[in-house]
Nanobody, 120 residues
Framework: QVQLVESGGGLVQPGGSLRLSCAAS????????MGWYRQAPGKQRELVAA???????QYADSVKGRFTISRDNAKNTVYLRMNSLKPEDTAVYSC??????????????WGQGTQVTVSS
């Protein structure tokens, strides 16, 4: 069973920075795409950023240029560096590990989430 444990959330002022970490209990990096999602109150969960096992990245338009996702395969950890934070970035951020073997076989795991609050 894979466990994903997030850390690094908290309260930060607008314009500030945070770095989220997601540590996996076992090696899920081989073949897994690692992603960060967020869900704000009253809104649907959305993909913030993702990085494939090969290192390709994608970002939501709202965070491009401000957030950076990276992975350290030796530490089984994925990071989300968040700069120039805005109040609208306030949400619960969750780590996801996803691997699709076929249309019928998809492995996906979630962390418990970490709260990020951007407020003065």
């Amino acid at each position: 069973q894979v466990q994903l444990v997030e850390s690094g959330g908290g309260l930060v002022q607008p314009g500030g920075s945070l770095r989220l970490s997601c540590a996996a209990s076992v090696s899920v990096f081989s073949g897994y795409t690692m992603g960060w999602y967020r869900q704000a109150p009253g809104k649907q969960r959305e993909l913030v950023a993702a990085v494939t096992s090969g290192g390709s990245t994608q970002y939501a338009d709202s965070v491009k240029g401000r957030f950076t996702i990276s992975r350290d395969n030796a530490k089984n950890t994925v990071y989300l560096r968040m700069n120039s934070l805005k109040p609208e970035d306030t949400a619960v951020y969750s780590c996801n590990a996803n691997r699709k073997l076929s249309d019928a076989t998809v492995y996906t795991y979630w962390g418990q989430g970490t709260q990020v609050t951007v407020s003065s």
